[in-house]
């Protein structure tokens, strides 16, 4: 018998598996989305305040040309402080700078700080100033956060302009969060993320002096979907993209996130992952939960999860802030997005899907060492937590869907 030599060019199974399942993935999240997916970026993993703030401010630092800054939070403080000066004197140099906040997750902002831009010649907007007379806007909010810088690099992730980010998660002083820092076409999917919001509050977007929309290079090796989630009635695309992922997904679904108060829907398709031998872990804020009420609301679900065969931790140094997904050692979806309701329905907000297995193996190896610095919940003796956590839960229970 004649034995028929592979083909060298062919690679082995497992490229060819690999390369079949890159492709599985991008396809469905194009075909789902309506998003196309652009190829040659360059994604760097910034994580906790201490690489994701010195990252930030070295790019606004390096700005020659534009700045643009959209945020859900900026808070006093020292990191805000460090955030208006550079922004500051970048337009005072000549470089024209935008920054749009929420009026809601930004209204403890210091009015010297924002005096400090404006006098500078910042372009400061507030996206939905709080007005009584428009109260079905006040629900629903910018969540975004995105930082492009001219036009070639950008930022996205969970961080906030606030001193709670700061340093490394050792201590309850210190959240835990983790940003990317983006060339290549991606750049574009992040700015008209920035536009999108800016437009509302401003009628100006386009400035033929300044803006040069250029032809972005493809500095690295990484496929990216920027997938933007807005307020409206039904479900949008964040929810499209979580549902997609999770029931695409054949061997391991990991998620961390800051806020997680899944519907019935959700659970059940955590569950039917679960069930087909899927291994679902999910990490979640512990003791220092920033908004306790939040996670009385997820609390509720723990039971549900636990019984199906969904594993769930809870992190411990401090508040766990990240809002971050991998799938099957294939696809990294990382943004400003939760696993709640807020997310999915009420809030404005952007995710960066990407199709990279070293991005997915480093985020994957972060998880891993939270798991280490976190609290197990088990089904056995969260069965027996006392009446007083249950009577919470189910005071909580009526009101969980506005989360």
Known sequence: MTMTQPDEHQG???????????????????GVLGVPATEGNHIEILRNGVEIFPAMLSAIN??????????????????????????????????????????WGGHPMNHEMLALMQDAGVDVQW?????????????????????????????????GIADEWDGDARNADEWRDTHLRVRGPAVDGLRAAFLDNWLEASPVFYDERVDRFPEQPQPGSSTVLCVRGAAEVGQSDVATL??????????RIRIATAYFVPDEEMIQLLCD?????????????????????????SEHAY????????????????????????????????GSANVNRRSTQCDEEINLVAL???????????????LDRSLRIRHGRWNRRPWRQRIQEAVVLPIRSFF
């Open 356 to 370: 990279d297995r070293d991005i997915v193996a480093r985020l994957d190896e972060q998880f891993e060492e939270d």
């Open 127 to 159: 996206f939905r100033p709080l007005r009584a007379w428009r109260p079905l806007r006040l629900n629903h909010r910018t969540h975004r956060k995105v930082l492009v810088v001219d036009e070639e690099v950008a930022f996205t992730g969970g961080v």
């Open 242 to 251: 979580f549902h997609a992922l999770i029931q695409a997904a054949r061997h």
């Open 303 to 334: 039971e549900s999860l636990l019984e199906c065969g969904v594993g769930v931790w809870a992190f411990q140094p401090s508040m766990l802030h990240a809002k971050i997904m991998t799938v099957d050692g294939e696809v990294a979806n990382l």
């Open 273 to 297: 992952a679960a069930a087909r031998g899927v291994e679902v872990q999910i990490l979640l804020p512990g003791d220092h939960a920033d908004k306790r009420f939040v996670q009385l609301a």
């Open 12 to 30: 082995s199974d497992t490229e060819v598996s690999r390369a079949s399942g890159h492709v599985r993935f991008r396809r469905l999240l194009e």
């Open 62 to 103: 390096a700005a020659e040309h534009t700045v643009d800054l959209l945020t859900f939070v900026y808070w006093d403080g020292e990191i805000g402080e460090r955030f208006a000066s550079a922004l500051a004197e970048r337009a005072r140099a000549g470089v024209r700078v935008r920054v749009l906040i929420d009026s």
